[in-house]
Every structure is written in C-alpha cells, then in structure tokens.
C-alpha cells in the first residue's frame, strides 16, 4: 500500500481555511508551482511535505493522505477475486 495526497481534501481543506495556494505554499515552506502540481496531481508529496501542509493547515497529517492500493499487494489480489 502506497500513501500519497488526497489531492481534493488537500484543496478543499486550503479553500475552507481560506488561503491562496501561494500562503499555504509560503506557510508550508514549498514554492507555489508545486503545492500546484501536488493538487492537480501531477506530483506527489513526501512524508515530510505532507507533515508541513497539515501543520500549515492545522489538521492532522491523515485529514490530507490516501492510500493506495497497488496492484501487486496481496490485499489488492483479495479485493480482486
């Protein structure tokens, strides 16, 4: 399993806190271009990134991850058959 942004909770919770992408970017400590890329999900965002854009947004850490389910995990076979 693979833990990467819910790049929609990550962009709604930014909207209802009431920040531009570039302050939560500059709160975050990462440029604008790539909180951008992290919600359109183009890029993902490291353990330590997300760890800042929860910090910068007040939540926890879980409030903005997804996990993945990837094809070669056994749970996945499980969900599969």
Known sequence: MRVTVNRFALADLRVKDGQSMRELARRAGISA??????????????PAVRKRLALALNVRVSSIEAQLIEASDPVAEDVAA
């Open 33 to 46: 271009p790539t909180l951008s890329n992290i919600e359109a999900g183009k890029r993902n965002a490291g």
